[in-house]
């Protein structure tokens, strides 16, 4: 992980700007003085940018200290990694190209484009302690932290299926023909590759093989063990490497029909065929166990797309939960609080039961984003008569 350090690190000058330490020594470029409004803290509130492009905010960590320390002169760090990697503008590792030069700016809250629809996590806890919590109100005395505990636990469930959650990665297929899962990941929504022109084409799952533990034997078929005692096992299966090598899974030859298959075809007398695996896209399967994705030959050097679902609970940048299910949470957190608390009567459990199972279905109409045009237009040529 290259670190903004020595001769890349940064500080803050009394006009709060941020300032590369020996600007003279650097081999990435000039680094642009961007001045800060504010002292911005976390990785949301800056944007990088490498020779012009702007750097993906999942290819670098950033850090610095509270908005209330006056200090003069700290430091504030960026460490690039390689997540998202922008070939054209980062090395492997993250790191920028050498001579590009390097742009730190703040995001100012107008700048956030977007933002507005989502409402941070910290803010749910505060509004829910504020409405739900004290004298006379529903829950009388609780600890924060178990209020933290029962909104991020909520957010995460939000996030499998209510939520519009789910995050995407992009990347060149290597000759290992593997993918590694990203570190957040919990589910796939789909696995694709692009074609020339963009278009994401699926890719089917083979759930007709995956990669077993490969047992070692030796020439009696025994088991073997190593000194210890343990079981030894192979990295790769025989079934791995035979789905790996095999090159004519997903060829498809009219010129080797006869006319009577051809005609059948057209009749739809061919039976046995499985749309599933009918056509060239390819095939792919996971093992969770060690965390890749393979892919058969067919896929060589494509650039295959990743959409995946996570907790959101990464970073405080991903704790935000969209405004049309806030009401939802607050539901959810004041349930799953009476319902673990003892001496709670049992009529005002079911009570906010009901109206948690209530607000999730209305944020989840919500967050359908349903448009009656978009659906006329899309339904039109559909043998469907539609009256507007």
């Known amino acids: 992980m290259p670190l903004f350090t020595g001769t890349q690190q940064g500080y803050y000058s009394q006009t709060q700007s941020f300032i590369g330490l020996g600007a003279g020594?650097?081999?990435?470029?000039?680094?642009?003085?961007?001045?800060?409004p504010t002292r911005p803290t976390q990785q949301g509130e800056i944007t990088v940018f490498i020779n012009g492009i702007e750097v993906n905010k999942n290819s670098y960590s950033y850090n610095g200290t509270s908005p209330g320390d006056t200090t003069v002169d700290?430091?504030?760090?960026?460490?690039?990694?390689?997540?998202?990697?922008?070939?054209?503008?980062?090395?492997?590792?993250?790191?920028?190209?050498?001579?590009?030069?390097i742009l730190f700016q703040e995001s100012l809250p107008t700048e956030q484009y977007g933002d507005y629809q989502y409402i941070s996590i910290q803010d749910i806890i505060n509004n829910f302690i504020v409405s739900y919590v004290g004298e006379d109100k529903i829950i009388s005395k609780i600890k924060r932290t178990d209020v933290a505990f029962h909104a991020q636990r909520g957010l995460a469930e939000f996030s499998y299926d209510t939520l519009k959650s789910f995050?995407?990665?992009?990347?060149?297929?290597p000759p290992s023909l593997t993918m590694r899962l990203p570190h957040d990941y919990v589910n796939y929504v789909k696995v694709c590759w692009v074609?020339?022109?963009?278009?994401?084409?699926?890719?089917?799952?083979?759930?007709?093989?995956?990669?077993?533990?490969?047992?070692?034997?030796?020439?009696?078929?025994?088991?073997?063990?190593?000194?210890d005692g343990s079981l030894l096992t192979a990295s790769n299966s025989e079934t791995w490497s035979r789905f790996e090598d095999a090159t004519n899974r997903n060829v498809s030859d009219n010129n080797s029909l006869d006319e009577i298959e051809l005609h059948q075809g057209a009749l739809g007398q061919r039976y046995g065929l499985n749309p599933e695996f009918a056509n060239k896209n390819g095939l792919y399967f996971i093992d969770n166990l060690k965390g890749k994705i393979h892919f058969d030959?067919?896929?060589?050097?494509?650039?295959?797309?990743?959409?995946?679902?996570?907790?959101?609970?990464?970073?405080?940048?991903?704790?935000?939960?969209?405004?049309f299910a806030e009401e939802a949470m607050y539901k959810h957190i004041a349930y799953a609080i009476l319902a673990t608390r003892a001496n709670t009567q049992e009529y005002l459990v079911m009570r906010f039961k009901k109206e948690k199972f209530a607000a999730t279905r209305l944020a989840k109409l919500r967050l359908s984003n349903l448009k009656s045009e978009e659906l006329t237009q899309v339904m039109r040529g559909k043998s469907k008569q539609i009256k507007h």
């Not at 690039?80 to 492997?92: G, K, L, P, S, W």
């Not at 074609?195 to 073997?224: C, F, H, V, W």
């Open 167 to 173: 995050k995407s990665q992009e990347i060149e297929i």
């Open 195 to 227: 074609d020339d022109d963009g278009i994401e084409r699926i890719i089917m799952p083979a759930r007709k093989t995956s990669n077993p533990l490969a047992i070692i034997q030796d020439s009696d078929y025994d088991y073997t063990f190593d000194e």
């Open 297 to 323: 030959s067919s896929l060589t050097g494509k650039i295959i797309t990743l959409k995946y679902i996570s907790d959101s609970l990464g970073t405080d940048d991903e704790m935000v939960v969209h405004k």
């Open 25 to 36: 020594n650097l081999t990435y470029g000039p680094v642009t003085t961007a001045a800060f």
């Open 74 to 101: 700290n430091s504030y760090n960026l460490v690039f990694n390689n997540n998202n990697v922008n070939t054209d503008i980062q090395a492997n590792d993250g790191s920028p190209l050498a001579g590009s030069p």
